[in-house]
Nanobody
Framework: QVQLVESGGGLVQPGGSLRLSCEAS????????VGWWRQAPGKEREMVTFMTTDGTTKYIGSVQGRFTLSRDTTKNTVDLQMNYLQPEDTAVYFCNVRIRSFEFWGQGTQVTVSS
């Protein structure tokens, strides 16, 4: 069982920034992918960004150029730097890791973008 602990959510004004962090209970290089998903009220959960073991990173179009995914293999953390946040980025953000046919989720952290 993999434990994922998220931190860093909160309330921010449009145009502001937040940094989310996810700490894994095991070596993140052991996962096929690490990343972040989000779920807005009344909507399905969607993938925001993920990184493969070799460091290849993908983003959904709406966050490209604003969000940056990074990892620290010494601390087993996966961070999401979010800049130029907009109200449509409001959602609960979930850390996600996948290995073979298994996937694990964090508990979620709320991000609210509002003036």
């Amino acid at each position: 069982q993999v434990q994922l602990v998220e931190s860093g959510g909160g309330l921010v004004q449009p145009g502001g920034s937040l940094r989310l962090s996810c700490e894994a209970s095991s070596d993140i290089l052991g996962f096929n992918t690490v990343g972040w998903w989000r779920q807005a009220p009344g909507k399905e959960r969607e993938m925001v960004t993920f990184m493969t073991t070799d460091g290849t990173t993908k983003y959904i179009g709406s966050v490209q150029g604003r969000f940056t995914l990074s990892r620290d293999t010494t601390k087993n953390t996966v961070d999401l730097q979010m800049n130029y946040l907009q109200p449509e980025d409001t959602a609960v953000y979930f850390c996600n890791v996948r290995i073979r046919s298994f996937e694990f989720w964090g508990q979620g952290t709320q991000v609210t973008v509002s003036s």
